[in-house]
């Protein structure tokens, strides 16, 4: 069999930059917080409930997307997606109030919601014509893309440039970058790489609209395994460096590198997961990450040191990896879905998991220890576990 043809192999290479440039863009305005709040005259209380109104928007327009992506296809709503929400972001720099900052932060957290299920469709769209696994290294690319955004950003409050010119710069580069991209992204209906479907017509998913209840479950599953890798994500982003400042008494540059584990575990474990998933299947490649999630952070609470707690960290990040792609890669081929919807539910179940981790966690510890509320890192890989034959079977190997 032959390889993939230069027009996939440049669609694969669009795909990619929109993950890296949808990365990038968010992780941009994150270092410029702390001017954003000093410039408004925040207090903690408005300043927090300003920045919830982003996962809030993701919330309310995330279920929008499926029917986005069958209206206007996923290359079109992932790259425009991707300039709406650069012109949304630059709003952030002229926000004279809270609440101006707050809306303005609610209308891009509900366009990131869109173009992530579009920019994934997508990917699974190219991945198809790959005939083996890819989309872990678009996830892992947008990893890549938020520490250069962060990177990015964090020079700009570094040399004082001012707000509106650094966000305005990154809106006009990474809206380039995606229109470019636009150009080489796949053409035609969403389903036209999908294995025909006896009885249904055109050979595509067209008859296959009535929902099973074996459907239903699995995508109920496929929802839970995605918030299993929201608690594993927010642990490292949201506790990690609070554990290990408080709990352990690491000083502040060491207690951020919890953080730093996790990220770089997990961004290798994307970049390089998807020749594991095509040696093992999705399945396995689950469970054994639910493994090394359990274990990893079971012996980081059970003997508490700032050498264990990194390690632990590190290993959650490496055995999360794949999940959260594979989950949406599983839900993207159920049947019996109309196009996106399976995709569209997992990527928003996954956010009610990021959403509502810090305060369950934080609600544990404030009644047991952080240590105990870590504990909730442990029992979302025991549910990979249990749970992660509901991933994709291991394929034939393609002969490419």
């Known amino acids: ?23 990038a863009l968010f992780a941009n305005l994150i270092p410029r917080y702390p001017q954003i709040k000093a410039d408004l005259e925040l207090s903690n209380a408005a300043y927090g409930t300003a920045l919830a109104a982003f996962p809030a928007g993701a919330l309310v327009a995330g279920l929008l997307a499926g029917a986005l992506i069958a209206r206007f296809r996923s290359a079109r709503v992932a790259t425009l997606g991707i300039v709406v929400l650069a012109v949304a972001l630059l709003g952030v720099s002229v926000a004279p109030t809270a609440l101006a900052l707050a809306v303005v932060l609610f209308v891009g957290g509900g366009v990131d919601a869109v173009v992530d299920v579009a920019q994934n469709a997508h990917g699974l769209r190219v991945q198809r014509l790959y005939r083996r696994s890819i989309v872990n290294s678009f996830h892992g690319l947008w990893s890549v893309g938020a520490v250069a955004g962060g990177l990015m950003g964090a020079a700009a409050a570094g040399l004082a440039v001012p707000l509106p010119l650094h966000l305005g710069v990154s809106a006009a580069l990474f809206s380039a970058v995606a229109l470019v991209a636009a150009r080489f992204l796949l053409p035609g209906p969403e389903d036209a790489e999908r294995q025909p479907v006896p009885g249904g017509p055109d050979g595509a998913r067209g008859g296959r609209r009535r929902i099973s209840g074996t459907t239903a479950l699995s995508l109920a599953v496929l929802g ?27 000083d502040a540059a060491t207690a951020g590198l919890g953080f730093v584990a996790l990220s770089v575990a997990m961004t290798v474990g994307r970049l390089t997961g998807d020749r594991v998933v095509d040696r093992f299947g999705q399945a396995a490649v689950g469970r054994a990450g639910g493994v090394a999630v359990a274990v990893g952070m079971g012996l980081a609470l059970a003997v508490p040191s700032v050498g264990t707690t990194l390690a632990g960290f590190a290993l959650a990040g490496l055995g999360v990896a794949t999940l959260v792609p594979g989950a949406m890669a599983a839900a993207d081929e159920l049947p019996g879905l109309p196009t996106g919807a399976g995709l569209t539910v997992v990527s928003w179940l996954l956010r009610i998991g990021f959403l509502l981790s810090p305060p369950l966690v934080g609600l544990v510890a404030d009644a047991a220890g952080l240590r105990v509320g870590l504990l909730t890192v442990v029992l979302a890989g025991v549910g990979m576990v249990l749970l992660g034959g509901h991933l994709a079977p291991r394929r034939p190997p393609a002969h490419l």
Do not use: H, K, Q
């Open 1 to 23: 069999m032959s390889g993939p043809s230069p027009e996939v192999r440049r669609a694969r290479g669009a795909v990619a930059a929109v993950f890296l440039t949808n990365g």
């Open 224 to 250: 839970v395994l995605a918030i299993c890798g929201a608690l594993v994500e927010d642990a490292g982003s949201s506790w990690a460096a609070v554990y290990l400042s408080g709990s352990l008494g690491a």
